[in-house]
């Protein structure tokens, strides 16, 4: 059975109105784009004493070779064993950085896995486990703290 002249030209419409749309999106889509591009720019130019632009730090030179242990040495002398989170944002917190920045919380995290790791090496700190996916620390007994078996 043949189709109604109606149908195939109402279809033929329909497929020119969602191609019209499309390219309607991508345009809305570009002007988005270079209306953040514009603001950015506008931002530049219009700081004032009081306002700075975020700071792009590379966390490797925030801290300096040996800074980070005696924070972490602190944090755990403390007697309650920590997260690797919740160090950082005790170090954060000690030099000064904006703790409620994700990004940054996450890559100091990303340092102290690292420092961590090397401090448990060294016999300094011990992971006694993990709580919600992130590494448990505390200090390690000192060796006349450990018991000595006795045959």
Not at 80 to 102: F, H, I, Q, Y
Not at 107 to 128: D, F, P, W, Y
């Amino acid at each position: 059975m043949t189709e109604i002249r109606t149908v195939t030209t109402l279809r033929r419409k329909r497929d020119e109105i969602l191609a019209v749309i499309r390219l309607y999106e991508r345009q809305l889509d570009q002007a988005r784009a270079d209306l953040a591009h514009v603001n950015a720019a506008m931002r530049i130019f219009q700081i004032d004493e009081r306002e700075h632009l975020p700071a792009y730090l590379d966390m490797h030179r925030v801290f300096t070779r040996k800074e980070k242990w005696p924070v972490i040495e602190a944090a755990l002398r403390e007697g309650v064993p920590l997260t690797t989170r919740e160090l950082a944002v005790r170090l954060m917190r000690w030099k000064g950085l904006d703790t409620s920045d994700a990004v940054m919380s996450k890559a100091v995290s990303n340092l102290l896995i690292h420092s961590l790791r090397m401090a448990q090496t060294r016999g300094k700190v011990e992971m006694i486990g993990k709580r919600k996916g992130v590494c448990v620390w505390q200090l390690a007994a000192r060796p006349s703290e450990q018991p000595s078996l006795s045959i």
